[in-house]
C-alpha cells in the first residue's frame, strides 16, 4: 500500500510502498477515506510523543470502510462505513470496565503506539468494542473530524465542561478542536467567545455561533473576557496547547469557574507555570479532556442528524496523500482555517 513514512523525528517523511496490514483476530483492517492532518500529529513526527517508535507512519482522525475482519470480530463486516476514536480501549482495564476507554490503561493509537491512517490501509485493534458506525449520509472527509477534533471538543465541553444554556465559554485558539467547540458549546445554549490571532478564524468562529471574538494580540485577553461576561467566563477552554492560552483561560472565569485543558502541551510546554493563587482563592476547577469513548458517539451523531452540530462546515482544504508530508510539516505555522483533509489517495 502507499502510505506516508518518516525514518527519523524532523525529518521530511516520504510517500512511499510499505506492506499491507493484517487484522489481529480480534481487530479489522480499515480501507482510509478519508484522514485528518492534524497537531497531534506534527507532535508526533517532532518526537514529544514518546509511544511513536521508528519508522512510523502518522495520522490518527480517520473514515473508512472495513476491508478485512478478524476472526473473533462479531459486530463488524466488510463494507461497512466507520470511524473510530483515537484512542482505542482495550476492553479488559479498570477503566474500559467503567466505560472511560478514553483513559485506557493500555490503550492503542493508530498513528502513535502503532502506524497510522495516513495510508491505503489501517489497522484497529478491538474493534467490536472501539469501531463506530457512520450514517450512511455522511460524507467521509466530514466523518474523519469525528475520530479526533469533533469528538474531543464534544466531551470537553458537555462532559468534561458540563456546559449549559446561559453560561459564559471561552474558546482560547479557533483551530479545528476550537471551532469545534464553539460549534458545539453554542448548540447547548452557551454564550460563546472565541480567541484567536487569525482574523479569518474568528470570522469563522463567528458565523458558527461565537457572540464575540477576541484578538488573541489584546493586551490583557482575560480582562476583556472578564469584562464581556460581566464577571468571567463559567468555562474556558485551552484549545491550542500553549503557556499563553492556558493561562489567560485560567485567568479569564469567574469564581468557581471550570478550566479545560484541551489543546496537548507537550516539548518545551510540557511543565507550563500554573495561577495557583487564582486557583485556589476562587476555587477553580482545572479538568483535563482527552479523546472520547466510542458508546457517546451516539449522541453527537443524533445532534448531528438533527442539524444541531453541522461538522461538515469544519472541513477545509481537502488534500492527496502525496500532499501530505508538506501538511505535516506546516502544522506549527497555523496557517489553514478548518481542518486539512486528506481524501485522495
Not at 483492517?29 to 511513536?52: F, I, K, P, Q, Y
Not at 466507520?82 to 480501549?89: A, E, K, L, R, Y
Not at 486557583?279 to 479532556?289: A, P, T
Request: net charge negative; charged share 15%; aromatic share 4%.
Amino acid at each position: 500500500m502507499k502510505a506516508v513514512l518518516f525514518e527519523k523525528f524532523q525529518e521530511a517523511p516520504k510517500l512511499t510502498t510499505v506492506a499491507d496490514p493484517t487484522p489481529e483476530p480480534h481487530g479489522v483492517v480499515l480501507r482510509v477515506a478519508a484522514t485528518g492532518v492534524c497537531r497531534s500529529d506534527w507532535h508526533g513526527w517532532m518526537g514529544h510523543d514518546s509511544d511513536v517508535e521508528l519508522p512510523h507512519v502518522p495520522g490518527h482522525e480517520l473514515a473508512g470502510v472495513v476491508e478485512a475482519v478478524g476472526r473473533d470480530v462479531r459486530h463488524w463486516k466488510p463494507g461497512d462505513k466507520v470511524t473510530v476514536p483515537f484512542i482505542c480501549g482495550c476492553g479488559s482495564c479498570s477503566e474500559c470496565h467503567s466505560g472511560n476507554q478514553q483513559v485506557c490503561l493500555h490503550q492503542e493509537q493508530p498513528g502513535f503506539t502503532h502506524w497510522g491512517s495516513f495510508a491505503e490501509y489501517v489497522p484497529i485493534h478491538q474493534a467490536d468494542l472501539n469501531l463506530v458506525a457512520l450514517p450512511e449520509t455522511m460524507d467521509f472527509a466530514t466523518a474523519a473530524s469525528l475520530g479526533c477534533r469533533f469528538a474531543t471538543s464534544f466531551r470537553a465541553v458537555i462532559d468534561q465542561g458540563k456546559v449549559s444554556a446561559g453560561q459564559w465559554v471561552a474558546v482560547h485558539g479557533c483551530g479545528g478542536v476550537g471551532l469545534s467547540a464553539v460549534m458545539i458549546a453554542a448548540a447547548a445554549g452557551a454564550n460563546v467567545i472565541g480567541v484567536d490571532l487569525d482574523p479569518a478564524k474568528l470570522a469563522l468562529a463567528k458565523a458558527l455561533g461565537a457572540v464575540a471574538v477576541l484578538d488573541g494580540m489584546n493586551a490583557d485577553v482575560p480582562a476583556a473576557i472578564r469584562e464581556i461576561t460581566k464577571g468571567g467566563a463559567h468555562v474556558s477552554l485551552d484549545a491550542l496547547g500553549h503557556p499563553v492560552t492556558m493561562t489567560n483561560s485560567i485567568l479569564c472565569l469567574r469564581p468557581r469557574g471550570k478550566h479545560v485543558q484541551v489543546g496537548l502541551m507537550l516539548g518545551e510546554h510540557a511543565a507550563p507555570a500554573i495561577p495557583m493563587p487564582k486557583i485556589v482563592g476562587q476555587e477553580i476547577e482545572l479538568l483535563g479532556s482527552h479523546g472520547m469513548q466510542a458508546h457517546r458517539y451516539g449522541a453527537m451523531l443524533d445532534m448531528v442528524a438533527s442539524g444541531r452540530l453541522d461538522p461538515a462546515r469544519l472541513v477545509g482544504q481537502q488534500i492527496s496523500l502525496a500532499e501530505a508530508p508538506q501538511a505535516l510539516m506546516e502544522m506549527d505555522k497555523f496557517r489553514s482555517v478548518g481542518a486539512t483533509v486528506i481524501t485522495r489517495f
